[in-house]
């Protein structure tokens, strides 16, 4: 046990702790972009599971091309969702030259196209792109716990080699979930992020 996971531990006895996870750049994928993309009812092969309960990231990869730039071997995750989804970084973005919404999950609109390419097909869609914005999943036992509503804004304490305060970070409550907070390469980066990277819900936001 090394002295951050130590020092975590004493502090646990009084404080709830919220696992920090790291999400890269990753496409979801309607049923419509997979059968082209893939072939009609593809099954994707699973690399590995995620911890949010179903979801997995999958063996085959996906390249995102702009009229700026290219991003290859892109994870897909998985399982299908209604609509196609492209998450990446401000990083990313400038890379693509494009300019994102930060937004939640699933909220895709008015927000930038891009051309998706996989075994030697190329699909454009026409909006999808967006730059995640910092959430944390919860159940509603542990949200009850913590006082905390879904779609809330919080502030939390990341704890890390170089710990840091993130606002307005949306709570997402269900019970298909597991607890953990969500946060990008960008927002990794900046707080010296690890496998025992932990935070605490610092402040309360009014709905």
Known sequence: MNNLTEAIFKILKKDFFLIVEASGRHVHLSQEASDYLFGKNYEFQIAKPLSQPGQFAAKERIDIISSKGTIKNVAILGPLRPETQVEISMTDARILGLTPPIRLSGDINNSPGII???NGKQLEIKEGVI???RHIHLTPETADRLG??????VRIK???SRPLIFDDTIVRVSDKFSDAVHIDYDEANALGFSNSSFAIIQKVNDL
Request: proline content about 0%.
């Open 131 to 133: 730059i995640a914005k």
């Open 148 to 153: 905390v509503k879904d779609k809330q804004s």
């Open 158 to 160: 990341t704890f890390g």
């Open 116 to 118: 998706l390419s996989a």
